[in-house]
Nanobody, 118 residues
């Protein structure tokens, strides 16, 4: 079964950290670019970070210097380390597979909620 399953979300105070994980199955993970997106209440889904099969990364300006995307091809998992979290980072975070360093793919996970309190 082709799927992406996110985990690691939760409630954290401003300035805190969280590490999101996305476990992939049912497709050849190692050759696919991967990405993280988020959607806040009442807003459109927005891109957060992407990573290629070789580890090249790309970040939205709003998270650059605070978030880090990485992947473990031996475990079919992509991570998002989020530091110095802000209330504006509150959103449902989605994992995405496919596409390129600069564009989203067609496979999405169901999301994990991140809430940052002030």
């Amino acid at each position: 079964q082709v799927q992406l399953v996110e985990s690691g979300g939760g409630l954290v105070q401003a300035g805190g950290s969280l590490r999101l994980s996305c476990a992939a199955s049912g497709f050849l993970f190692s050759v696919n670019p991967m990405g993280w997106y988020r959607q806040a209440p009442g807003k459109q889904r927005e891109w957060v970070a992407r990573i290629t099969r070789n580890g090249d990364t790309n970040y939205a300006d709003s998270v650059k210097g605070r978030f880090a995307i990485s992947r473990d091809n031996t475990k079919n998992t992509v991570f998002l380390q989020m530091n110095n979290l802000k209330p504006a980072d509150t959103a449902v975070y989605y994992c995405n597979a496919g596409g390129s360093l600069y564009s989203e793919g067609n496979l999405w996970g169901r999301g994990t909620q991140v809430t940052v309190s002030s």
